[in-house]
């Protein structure tokens, strides 16, 4: 028998004796025991230092001063990647930019400067603090000394004070690290005032009828937005907080009002993972299922679209073209807009969002719906429809498009599906639509006209559609162009949407009877 074959099992270093390594079974097992238990603390202590001094992640990923965007779709979810600290000339070219950017106010009209600042502003973030807005540990011996940090706490402050003013103006937070940190949780955000009060309690006690059971935010923009009576009336629902969106960020600094205060109630919330509802949203479905779609655990960011309208129409893409002159990939091929299939991308109505990983998108979409740059950018948009795209592309965050094109749901006349503005879940199955259950909320005669929920009508393809306009008396109406993307409610959708048909009719009694408007 070869020396190799009769010592295989000899482990390096040991001593082989008579009784093998480390003497007899039992001392081997003892030793093998101990050796283990000590390459596990090693292995704990490397894993921490790792965690403690980089973070668990950087929501741009690892350091690169001129990135550009590929495809941001297949990017691993940001609080997925390790913190990988900048070299000493890229530290002082950001820091040097950072400064040098943050003399000037910001021109209205360009968001080209927007996206870079906004960009700056995450990178400088993201290497002081971590995607929980926590310190970093060990920052000096990372970047090479006290003077180091207190370069890079110059110019995160100074371009805070530039793109972001009404964080620290508030009377809540200290800084943006000061709201990231607050984020704790999962819950539904809502954004109402005295005109839409009866649809966002309409909403509220709907998605309890539906089985939801996350905790929910309704924001308004500060006490004349909406009355004490109807604040009471909102707190008196199990679950619900109602907040003032003044006491969390200045409204006034930022010009907050109208579509404005969606996104910066979306900040201002404490969730760290929200489902933003519009107040005239309805659901099939239980809303917290959009946090096991397979698309919001990759990118954190789930947005909804709009009807596709508009065939060959520019002016979207010609505005984006201004500030985006290189979109991602999956803008390129997912996205209507770039290929002039639609006027429209997004609506808002419901947003998905971990705002961890998508928090600097988030702070950009506030500063786009902030004055004077929403004058621009709503002469454009339809309000802040596509700001949640424009900005996750602005700051080359991931983010996918939940399934289709918005649709109708409703009833059938003849081939066509007339109703709300209607979304799929990612099996195509019912899941929400827009516009509550009356032929149309702009008109008080409709108050009790109803929709009679039968047939759904959905958009896979983005083509060979006629959608016939609404009209006082009559909602959106959809014929798509192949028979399988119209279908008829289940039993069980059809009780549903019945019984918010009875709640949204008791409760506008009730209001009537109080002698409301």
Known sequence: MSYLKQKKDLPLGGTYTSTGFFGSPRKRRKALSQLLLCFGILFVVAWMGGYLEGGL???????????????????????SIKFQPPTPDELEDLVTASLNMSRYALPRDDFSEMGRRARNFSKLFNIRYTPFGKERRGLVKTLGGLEKVAQVDEALQALE?????????GKKFVNAADVLSSYSGRGIVLATGNWHFRFARHCILSMRLVGSKLPIQVFYAGPDDLSVENRNILRAIPGVEVIDLSEFVDIKEAEVNGWAVKPFSMLASNFAEMIFVDADALFFQPPEVMFEFERYKRTGAVFFRDRTIGWGMTETLEFMKTFLPNPSEYAKTEGRVLNLKSLHEGESGVIVYDKRAAFHGLLATCKMNANPWREVTYKVIHGDKESYWFSQELLELPYAWAPGGGGTVGWKEGEHVCGGLYHPDEKYKPLWWNGGVTVNKYFEANAENLMNFTHWATDRRFEKLDWQWEQEKKPFCLKPGWEEDVGELTPKEKVLAKKMQDLWLDLERERKDKGGN
Not at 161 to 169: A, C, L, Q, T
């Open 57 to 79: 992640a950087s929501v741009n990923g690892s350091f690169n001063m001129h990135s550009s965007v590929t495809d941001i779709n297949t990017k691993v979810r940001p609080l």
């Open 161 to 169: 004070r530039n793109m972001y003013p009404w964080i620290k103006k």
